[in-house]
């Protein structure tokens, strides 16, 4: 064999390997968001309900950055006609107060007070490689209000749907009815 089929096989075979990389590294690292704890707590009451949602993310592999979270249902719970989803965009301290074990009258006022004192924002939300960022969410929705009543809570068919980068994460939820 001559130098130039040396070199000729040589080339291919850098060819092949930055090939390789290039896959790997478009393709198979991206980084992904996993959910490690989720909760969803809701509170109904005639007229509106309060809930609380719990989560637990990881980045994996990469560094990534959440877009947006939506709390979302099968059926329309919002009041407005055909509206299944809600964003959630300035989360509190990590079960820093639960809906379970706060009062009527205390529940507006402290939540409002966290929301208040948060300085986390989703928008552009960065959590490092393989790192954890733990968030929970704190709101009352007003139940639709028909001629013969109110409607019910929805029972069941809630899920969290995250954006993060170029991707989208859907994960259902079991909701935890209190009385």
């Known amino acids: 064999m001559e130098f130039k089929d040396y070199a000729a096989f040589g080339g291919l075979s850098l060819g092949i390997i930055n090939l390789f990389l290039y896959l790997y590294k478009e393709f198979l690292r991206k980084g992904k968001l996993q959910i490690i704890h989720n909760e969803l707590t809701i509170k109904p009451k005639p007229t509106n309900f309060d809930f609380q949602l719990d989560l637990k993310l990881r980045a994996l592999n990469e560094n990534i950055s959440i877009n947006e979270i939506f709390l979302e249902n099968e059926r329309n719970f919002t009041g407005y006609d055909d509206i299944k989803s809600?964003?959630?965009?300035?989360?509190?301290?990590?079960?820093?107060?639960?809906?379970?074990?706060?009062?009527?009258?205390?529940?507006?006022?402290?939540?409002?007070?966290?929301?208040?004192?948060?300085?986390?924002?989703?928008?552009?939300?960065?959590?490092?490689?393989?790192?954890?960022?733990?968030?929970?969410?704190?709101?009352?929705?007003?139940?639709?209000?028909?001629?013969?009543?109110?409607?019910?809570?929805?029972?069941?068919?809630?899920?969290?749907?995250?954006?993060?980068d170029d991707k989208t994460l859907m994960i259902p939820l079991k909701a935890k009815y209190l009385k």
């Open 86 to 164: 809600i964003e959630l965009r300035i989360p509190i301290e990590y079960k820093r107060i639960s809906i379970e074990k706060l009062s009527p009258e205390m529940t507006e006022e402290q939540v409002s007070e966290q929301i208040r004192n948060s300085n986390l924002r989703i928008t552009d939300l960065k959590i490092e490689k393989n790192s954890n960022k733990s968030l929970s969410f704190i709101d009352r929705i007003s139940n639709v209000r028909y001629m013969d009543g109110f409607d019910d809570t929805p029972t069941n068919g809630w899920r969290v749907r995250i954006k993060y």
